[in-house]
């Protein structure tokens, strides 16, 4: 069965302070993996997307990383801030399919 | 350029009721979807329509329908509400379909009681 799960459900972490949230997939065969940020009452808003060839991309102080043998990609959150509060959402696109899977998210509270 | 918008953003409805939440898409957007957010469940997809045509659908009761007019603009109707119903209704519009993804709208809060 397809399914992306996200770890840790939630997380408080010291403004400043760096963390890495992650997400397993099962979703096979692989098209695209996409990292969401969704402020609390708001829409999710895209942060990145990688496809099967990528390792890493950045997108200021967000770095994702993806690895599709061991079908994990990670979020890293560098120098985290207040604004960094949020949940972040991994979203899987099997290939061949125009079906999502959706991961629960983590929940993230940054403190000053 | 205008996101995704969405209206109402708040919603208070009775049980029973029926409801009508609009989506204005991403000017040139041609594809827009439907989804579900409830603390427990995460998204979850009810539909997806293409030039005014249902491409896809989630496994949501009957109650929950949707259309999607000549200008891309969509509609989403919920009849005969139930307390469950309660939820953030988001909207996501993407040119042809969702391989880059998508972009949301920030939602309709709807809650019935």
């Known amino acids: 069965k397809n399914q992306v799960e996200q770890s840790p459900q939630s997380l408080i972490i010291l403004e400043g302070k760096n963390c890495t949230l992650q997400?397993?997939?099962?979703?096979?065969?692989?098209?695209?993996l996409r990292w969401y940020k969704q402020d609390t009452g708001r829409g999710p808003v895209s942060l990145t997307i990688?496809?099967?060839?990528?390792n890493t991309k950045s997108n200021g102080r967000y770095t994702a990383t993806l690895d599709a043998d061991t079908k994990q990609s990670s979020l890293h959150i560098t120098a985290s801030q207040l604004s960094d509060s949020a949940s972040y959402i991994c979203?899987?696109?099997?290939?061949?399919?125009?079906?999502?899977?959706f991961g629960t998210g983590t929940r993230l509270q940054v403190f000053p | 350029k205008a996101g995704v918008t969405q209206t109402p953003r708040y919603l208070i409805k009775t049980r029973g009721q029926q409801v009508t939440l609009s989506c204005s898409p991403i000017?040139?957007?041609?594809?827009v979807s439907w989804y579900q957010q409830t603390p427990g469940q995460g998204l979850q997809f009810l539909f997806e329509?293409?030039?005014?045509?249902?491409?896809n659908k989630g496994n949501f009761p009957g109650r929950f329908s949707g259309r999607q007019f000549s200008n891309s603009r969509s509609e989403m109707n919920v009849s005969t509400l139930e307390l469950g119903d309660s939820a953030l209704y988001l909207c996501?519009?993407?040119?042809?379909?969702?391989?880059?993804?998508?972009?949301f709208g920030s939602g309709t809060r709807l809650t019935v009681v």
């Open positions: 996501a519009s993407s040119l042809v379909d969702n391989f880059y993804g998508y972009t």
């Open positions: 997400c397993n997939y099962t979703v096979s065969p692989f098209s695209n």
């Open positions: 990688m496809t099967f060839s990528e």
């Open positions: 979203v899987v696109r099997g290939d061949n399919t125009d079906k999502l899977i």
């Open positions: 000017s040139g957007h041609r594809s």
């Open positions: 329509y293409f030039s005014e045509t249902q491409r």
